[in-house]
Nanobody
Framework: QVQLVESGGGLVQTGGSLRLSCAPS????????MGWYRQAPGKQRELVAAITSGGSTNYTESVKGRFTISKESAKNTVYLQMNSLKPEDTADYYC????????????WGQGTQVTVSS
């Protein structure tokens, strides 16, 4: 069973930066979308950013101008560069891929914790 492996979370002060990375433990064919979700304590999981196989991106409003999603298609790796971090960015961040052949499905990582201190 292929899993997604995240890295790069940690503790940072307000205004600081972190870079998250995510890659699969095995092969996934035909990845159509790579994305990052987050879930803060007591809140629902929300989509933070996503990037399509063609390179189109979208971001939730609260991170626009601060976060950048990018990918290395050859490595099936996705990154989330997070700048100007705020305490409200504190959450568990989860990587998500949509892909697979012949049946498309969602793949999830175990999550990486990001804590922004004030």
């Amino acid at each position: 069973q292929v899993q997604l492996v995240e890295s790069g979370g940690g503790l940072v002060q307000t205004g600081g930066s972190l870079r998250l990375s995510c890659a699969p433990s095995g092969s996934i064919f035909s990845i159509n979308v790579m994305g990052w979700y987050r879930q803060a304590p007591g809140k629902q999981r929300e989509l933070v950013a996503a990037i399509t196989s063609g390179g189109s991106t979208n971001y939730t409003e609260s991170v626009k101008g601060r976060f950048t999603i990018s990918k290395e298609s050859a490595k099936n790796t996705v990154y989330l560069q997070m700048n100007s971090l705020k305490p409200e960015d504190t959450a568990d961040y989860y990587c998500n891929f949509i892909g697979g052949w012949p049946n498309e499905r969602h793949y999830w990582g175990q999550g990486t914790q990001v804590t922004v201190s004030s």
